[in-house]
């Protein structure tokens, strides 16, 4: 039997960073939404076991001792099934370091596959243990639906979702360091994000505090943003998590398409991808 996950891209609404914790991560508040489009990985039982990476970011991924895949099927396997043998394969079309949470959606949708494989409910708090050591950005990837995140994005409330709004997603073709953009937040506190109204009323009243210090570290990013907010029609548009992938969202679809094909046209080395927002 062989179990497919898709791995959507993960966006960042808003994302306010707070304050710096004791253990060194960073108190925040965020509104996650999730892509129908992202990456997709397959598991398979198996004699001996494999782990094979294709699709058009294959090359960009890392080692395979080191990737978050590997890591989740060996904690699956060590915390339920540590008997099992399974051929895992990433399909990967999501650009790596990117604030859209590719490696995170990648290890997520490894345990939801494995879960499935072996009939356990993708909420069982243990996976939802592991999924939390595996990353801040996984267990919401895990449960993938529209969530308010706060403490280090981990402590999911869920929220209304955006009914398949358009959106479409644009990445120059750098990748950013999480730690580096996080080393250059002056931080300054300001404020929460709002608790009341709309999911889309609450990211438009919300900001990106790590949008300007990504943007010292990688001009580009400014650009991005230049273009998709002025693309007639966009109604929101932000970068996600930590760079540098950004977002604008459309109120239709004709409206995100013609955007797309204007940016393709003007910049024909950028990532782009036309989708919509659950």
Same mark, same amino acid.
């Given at each position: 039997?062989?179990?497919?996950?898709?791995?959507?891209?993960?966006?960042?609404?808003?994302?306010?960073?707070?304050?710096?914790?004791?253990?060194?991560?960073?108190?925040?508040?965020?509104?996650?939404?999730?892509?129908?489009?992202?990456?997709?990985?397959?598991?398979?039982?198996?004699?001996?076991?494999?782990?094979?990476?294709?699709?058009?970011?294959?090359?960009?991924?890392?080692?395979?001792?080191?990737?978050?895949?590997?890591?989740?099927?060996?904690?699956?396997?060590?915390?339920?099934?540590?008997?099992?043998?399974?051929?895992?394969?990433?399909?990967?079309?999501?650009?790596?370091?990117?604030?859209?949470?590719?490696?995170?959606?990648? &290890?997520?949708?490894?345990?939801?596959?494995?879960?499935?494989?072996?009939?356990?409910?993708?909420?069982?708090?243990?996976?939802?243990?592991?999924? &939390?050591?595996?990353?801040?950005?996984?267990?919401?990837?895990?449960?993938?639906?529209?969530?308010?995140?706060?403490?280090?994005?981990?402590?999911?409330?869920?929220?209304?979702?955006?009914?398949?709004?358009?959106?479409?997603?644009?990445?120059?073709?750098?990748?950013?360091?999480? &730690?580096?953009?996080?080393?250059?937040?002056?931080?300054?506190?300001?404020? &929460?994000?709002?608790?009341?109204?709309?999911?889309?009323?609450?990211?438009?009243?919300?900001?990106?505090?790590?949008?300007?210090?990504?943007?010292?570290?990688?001009?580009?990013?400014?650009?991005?943003?230049?273009?998709?907010?002025?693309?007639?029609?966009?109604?929101?548009?932000?970068?996600?998590?930590?760079?540098?992938?950004?977002?604008?969202?459309?109120?239709?679809?004709?409206?995100?398409?013609?955007?797309?094909?204007?940016?393709?046209?003007?910049?024909?080395?950028?990532?782009?991808?036309?989708?919509?927002?659950?």
């Amino acid at each position: 039997m062989m179990i497919a996950e898709t791995a959507p891209a993960k966006l960042n609404l808003a994302l306010h960073v707070r304050a710096r914790r004791a253990d060194g991560y960073h108190e925040l508040e965020t509104l996650f939404v999730f892509a129908r489009d992202g990456d997709r990985v397959t598991v398979t039982p198996a004699s001996a076991p494999g782990f094979t990476v294709t699709g058009p970011f294959a090359a960009a991924v890392g080692p395979v001792a080191d990737n978050l895949v590997t890591r989740a099927e060996a904690a699956f396997r060590q915390a339920f099934a540590p008997d099992a043998v399974h051929v895992v394969t990433l399909d990967k079309h999501l650009p790596v370091a990117s604030g859209i949470g590719g490696g995170s959606a990648d &290890a997520a949708a490894t345990l939801r596959a494995l879960a499935r494989l072996h009939g356990l409910p993708v909420d069982t708090p243990r996976l939802l243990t592991i999924a &939390a050591g595996l990353g801040a950005d996984v267990p919401a990837c895990l449960l993938g639906r529209p969530t308010f995140g706060r403490g280090r994005g981990d402590a999911l409330a869920p929220v209304a979702g955006l009914g398949d709004m358009p959106a479409l997603l644009v990445n120059p073709g750098v990748a950013v360091s999480t &730690a580096q953009v996080f080393a250059h937040w002056d931080g300054i506190d300001r404020g &929460a994000l709002a608790l009341t109204g709309t999911t889309l009323e609450r990211a438009i009243a919300g900001r990106n505090d790590l949008q300007p210090p990504a943007e010292a570290i990688a001009p580009v990013i400014e650009a991005v943003i230049s273009r998709l907010s002025s693309a007639p029609g966009a109604v929101l548009t932000r970068m996600s998590g930590s760079g540098a992938t950004c977002f604008a969202l459309f109120h239709d679809a004709a409206a995100r398409d013609s955007a797309a094909a204007q940016i393709a046209e003007a910049a024909p080395d950028w990532w782009l991808c036309p989708t919509t927002i659950g």
